[in-house]
Structure formats: structure tokens, C-alpha cells
């Protein structure tokens, strides 16, 4: 109980600070969940082919602008940077489930800066950060969609201290659902149409009474596949190609204990994005390399800026059928 006690020390001095900055700039103070929205693009609906993968991400946002809840600029020099990135691995077998392949996921990442709010001046240093672990994901495929399906949970297993600001971590276990489906436009299934709908539900934080509100996160897009015959061996060199956006809206409001009870703000905050998005497999060294860029616009109640998504996959092993 005593350390419980010490560690909203720092919190309730950080209060008032947080309050004055409120008070100038009429933007309500919103908590950011787990979900690095970006993280899906291309074909989001679709499962990978049977076998298992090693996946190294490297994920960067850059913010320069804070809006309130009408969408207005209350400052655009913010400064605001935030690294990930770390790794892990990725699995899809020929296991059945309702007539779905079951497969999963998992990432240990690390941070530096993880942002926690959308009014935060955290430079936390480079260190390990909240685990991703999806143990559930079933994949369906027809002539003309695939469907996805996903059950996935954060671990709050990096470093958080009420009020700290070397944080790496949220201090929020998070339980997120997803769905999702890619739609082909002619039989060869070339071009290509996608969207994921993942919703988290927050937890309170680590020895401390606050709630993030529940995310509602869309991503997906539209693009090309080109297959190339590879100089050897029956895999072809693959290149996926086109646009690709985001969404994420806060549906229940946050917690902070204020006197008196708890403030809830009712000003939720949501963000969009757009970008572009490629991405090349290269049979001979079994990897695949994605790029991905996204502007984001018509922030509300939070920061905007731009995201950056580089990812490597490596394939271990392949469990398709000859």
C-alpha cells in the first residue's frame, strides 16, 4: 500500500502541470492505446500461406501538429518522435478451424519514446516494451475474398511508472479483436481491395487508478499484385503495389482521477490517415521486404503527423502442401 501511495507522488505533481497546459490550449488531454495504427496495409484481410516466418519491424511516427476537437492547430512545432521496433515471429498451419487455417502471431518489441498521451513531453530511452501476442487467427479463403479473423493481447511488460518520464511501456493490458476481409476484382486476384477492423479494450493502468477508452482502429487499402518469374526455382519474385489509409476512433472516454471523482472527457478523440505502400518478395533469400508511408489529417483531440513502416519477414519455413 505505502509504494502504491509513493508512486502517485509524481503523478499528482504532474497533474497541475498537465491542467495549466489544458487551461492555455483548449484541448482535452487523451490516453493512446496499444494499437500502432499503420502496422496493416495492403491485403490486410488476407492470411499469409501456411508456414512460419521471422519478422523484424521498424516502426516510426513523427508529430508536429496538436489539434483540439474542432480540428483546429493549437500549436504545429511539436517535436514529437517515436521509434519501435523489435522481433518476432509469425505462423500460419494447415490446422482447420470452421474451415479456416489457424495461425498466430507474436512481436517483442522495444521503444524509445512511447508516446502514452496526446499532451506528453516523455523522452524515454530505447528499451524493451509491451508484448504483442496473437495466440488466435483464422483465415478463410474463396474465389472472390478472403476473411480474417484475430484474438491478440498487449502485455503491459515494459517499464511504467505512474507520472515517469522514461516510460517504454503503457502499464495496460489490452484484449483486441479483429476482422477483416480482401475483396478481388478479377480472377486472377491481381487487384485488390482490403479492411481490418481491430477493437481494443483497455485495462486500468499499473498501480493506477486510469483508463485508456477503447479503441475502434480500420486499416487497409488498395493495390496490385505483379508476379515476375524468378531466374530460379518455381516461386515467383511477387510485387504488391498502391494505396493504403487508416482510421481510429475512441468509443468510450478516458479515466483520470481528478478530486471528487473521476473526469471523463467527453471530446473522444479520432485521427485519419493516407499513404502509400510497396512491397517486394524475393524467392532466392525467402524474404519479403514492406515499405509503407502514411500522412495523417483531420485530427481531433490528438496529435497528427506522419507514420513510417518498414518491415522484413523471413521465410523459415513453408508448411504448404506440394
Same mark, same amino acid.
Given at each position: 500500500?505505502?509504494?502504491?501511495? @509513493?508512486? =502517485?507522488?509524481?503523478?499528482?505533481? %504532474?497533474?497541475?502541470?498537465?491542467?495549466?497546459?489544458?487551461?492555455? *490550449?483548449?484541448?482535452?488531454?487523451?490516453?493512446?492505446?496499444?494499437?500502432?495504427?499503420?502496422?496493416?496495409?495492403?491485403?490486410?484481410?488476407?492470411?499469409?500461406?501456411?508456414?512460419?516466418?521471422?519478422?523484424?519491424?521498424?516502426?516510426?511516427?513523427?508529430?508536429?501538429?496538436?489539434?483540439?476537437?474542432?480540428?483546429?492547430?493549437?500549436?504545429?512545432?511539436?517535436?514529437?518522435?517515436?521509434?519501435?521496433?523489435?522481433?518476432?515471429?509469425?505462423?500460419?498451419?494447415?490446422?482447420?478451424?470452421?474451415? %479456416?487455417?489457424?495461425?498466430?502471431?507474436?512481436?517483442?518489441?522495444?521503444?524509445?519514446?512511447?508516446?502514452?498521451?496526446?499532451?506528453?513531453?516523455?523522452?524515454?530511452?530505447?528499451?524493451?516494451?509491451?508484448?504483442?501476442?496473437?495466440?488466435?487467427?483464422?483465415?478463410?479463403?474463396?474465389? *472472390?475474398?478472403?476473411?480474417?479473423?484475430?484474438?491478440?493481447?498487449?502485455?503491459?511488460?515494459?517499464?511504467?511508472?505512474?507520472?515517469?518520464?522514461?516510460?517504454?511501456?503503457?502499464?495496460?493490458?489490452?484484449?483486441?479483436?479483429?476482422?477483416?476481409?480482401?475483396?478481388?476484382?478479377?480472377?486472377?486476384?491481381?487487384? *485488390?481491395?482490403?479492411?481490418?477492423?481491430?477493437?481494443?479494450?483497455?485495462?486500468?493502468?499499473?498501480?493506477?487508478?486510469?483508463?485508456?477508452?477503447?479503441?475502434?482502429?480500420?486499416?487497409?487499402?488498395?493495390?496490385?499484385?505483379?508476379?515476375?518469374?524468378?531466374?530460379?526455382?518455381?516461386?515467383?519474385?511477387?510485387?504488391?503495389?498502391?494505396?493504403?489509409?487508416?482510421?481510429?476512433?475512441?468509443?468510450?472516454?478516458?479515466? @483520470?482521477?481528478? %478530486?471528487?471523482?473521476?473526469?471523463?472527457?467527453?471530446?473522444?478523440?479520432?485521427?485519419?490517415?493516407?499513404?502509400?505502400?510497396?512491397?517486394?518478395?524475393?524467392? *532466392?533469400?525467402?524474404?519479403?521486404?514492406?515499405? =509503407?508511408?502514411?500522412?495523417?489529417?483531420? %485530427?481531433?483531440?490528438?496529435?497528427?503527423?506522419?507514420?513510417?513502416?518498414?518491415?522484413?519477414?523471413?521465410?523459415?519455413?513453408?508448411?504448404?502442401?506440394?
Amino acid at each position: 500500500m505505502m509504494n502504491k501511495e @509513493i508512486m =502517485r507522488i509524481p503523478f499528482l505533481i %504532474a497533474l497541475p502541470v498537465l491542467l495549466c497546459i489544458l487551461t492555455v *490550449h483548449p484541448v482535452s488531454a487523451q490516453l493512446k492505446g496499444d494499437h500502432l495504427l499503420g502496422d496493416a496495409g495492403l491485403q490486410s484481410g488476407t492470411q499469409a500461406p501456411p508456414g512460419f516466418a521471422l519478422v523484424v519491424p521498424v516502426y516510426f511516427y513523427s508529430a508536429s501538429k496538436l489539434k483540439n476537437s474542432k480540428g483546429d492547430v493549437i500549436t504545429d512545432n511539436l517535436g514529437l518522435n517515436m521509434f519501435v521496433t523489435g522481433v518476432g515471429g509469425s505462423w500460419v498451419t494447415n490446422l482447420k478451424i470452421l474451415g %479456416a487455417h489457424y495461425g498466430g502471431s507474436v512481436l517483442f518489441p522495444f521503444a524509445s519514446n512511447r508516446l502514452e498521451s496526446t499532451v506528453t513531453t516523455t523522452k524515454s530511452p530505447f528499451a524493451f516494451s509491451d508484448i504483442y501476442f496473437q495466440p488466435i487467427q483464422l483465415g478463410w479463403h474463396t474465389k *472472390h475474398a478472403d476473411f480474417l479473423f484475430g484474438y491478440a493481447l498487449y502485455f503491459p511488460s515494459g517499464k511504467y511508472e505512474m507520472g515517469g518520464d522514461d516510460n517504454s511501456g503503457l502499464g495496460q493490458l489490452a484484449n483486441e479483436l479483429s476482422a477483416g476481409s480482401t475483396v478481388f476484382f478479377d480472377k486472377a486476384k491481381l487487384i *485488390h481491395f482490403s479492411a481490418l477492423l481491430s477493437y481494443a479494450f483497455n485495462s486500468e493502468k499499473k498501480d493506477a487508478d486510469i483508463k485508456t477508452g477503447d479503441n475502434l482502429s480500420i486499416e487497409g487499402g488498395l493495390g496490385k499484385t505483379w508476379y515476375k518469374k524468378a531466374a530460379a526455382g518455381p516461386v515467383p519474385r511477387i510485387i504488391n503495389a498502391g494505396v493504403v489509409y487508416y482510421m481510429q476512433f475512441k468509443t468510450t472516454t478516458d479515466k @483520470i482521477p481528478l %478530486a471528487g471523482g473521476y473526469a471523463l472527457d467527453p471530446a473522444k478523440d479520432q485521427i485519419f490517415g493516407a499513404g502509400l505502400e510497396g512491397s517486394y518478395y524475393a524467392p *532466392h533469400i525467402r524474404t519479403l521486404f514492406n515499405f =509503407r508511408w502514411i500522412a495523417e489529417m483531420g %485530427a481531433q483531440n490528438r496529435i497528427q503527423g506522419n507514420t513510417f513502416m518498414l518491415t522484413l519477414a523471413y521465410n523459415l519455413k513453408s508448411f504448404e502442401k506440394k
